[in-house]
């Protein structure tokens, strides 16, 4: 089993709907939490980190929850060029591990 | 500034010959990272460096050799090349206290026939 888990999708939305993606981890002990994007034949690019308190960019909002041991990302009016693969990541001081991805498909 | 770069960025070996993927960076980064990642497999960690001079193992670095001489460049190498080891590669450097935030190179696309 991995330690982070997220479902690998994809998720078809259409444009300007609302859209969330939860992920798993397994270590209590983590102590950092993110989001990366990764477009197609691209290397992954940090999104956003989380933070206990949750966070938010723009239309880009991420949530953790330590009881539950997830992290969530919500993106709000979703746009054709939000299609890409988010990798969701958790870790200690510097070895952070990654879940697979997931998918996010946006059409007209 | 060009970050993270990597070379080369296509190759294609046949099994059993050797090769060295070079990763240079230059944000004077202490940690660097050598990823694979296959399709549906994620991103998986070969081998990773916490400044010059020093190596560790990750998550599959059977097959894999590492060097980090110069703080600005991590090799990876690969001896006996074998099918198993067609993948995309990725290296990645990060500052001391910022494990999150990562600068990944753009990759180096592998065959191995």
């Known amino acids: 089993r991995k330690e982070v888990e997220q479902d690998p999708g994809p998720f078809n939305v259409p444009e300007g709907a609302t859209v969330a993606f939860n992920c798993t981890y397994s270590?209590?002990?983590?102590?950092?939490f993110f989001w990366y994007r990764q477009d197609c034949r691209k290397e992954p690019k940090l999104l956003m980190s989380v933070y206990s308190s949750g966070n938010e960019d723009g239309r880009f909002t991420a949530q953790l929850n330590r009881a539950s041991q997830y992290i969530s990302l919500l993106i709000r009016d979703s746009k054709l060029s939000d299609s890409a693969t988010y990798l969701c990541g958790a870790g200690g001081s510097y070895i952070p591990t990654f879940g697979r991805g997931t998918s996010l498909i946006v059409h007209p | 500034n060009a970050g993270v770069t990597q070379t080369p960025k296509f190759r294609v070996l046949k099994t059993g010959q050797s090769m060295t993927l070079l990763c240079a960076q230059d944000?004077?980064?202490?940690?660097m990272y050598w990823y694979r990642q296959d399709p549906g497999m994620g991103l998986r960690l070969i081998h990773y460096?916490?400044?010059?001079?020093?190596?560790a193992k990750g998550e599959v670095p059977d097959g894999y050799n590492v060097s980090r001489l110069k703080k600005q460049n991590f090799l990876l190498g690969l001896e006996s090349a074998a099918p198993s080891q067609t993948s995309v590669y990725f290296c990645?450097?990060?500052?001391?206290?910022?494990?999150?935030?990562?600068?990944f190179g753009p990759g180096t696309r592998l065959t191995v026939t």
């Open positions: 270590n209590s002990a983590s102590q950092s």
């Open positions: 460096s916490v400044g010059e001079g020093t190596t």
């Open positions: 944000m004077n980064h202490e940690y």
């Open positions: 990645a450097a990060h500052r001391t206290g910022k494990p999150y935030e990562q600068y």
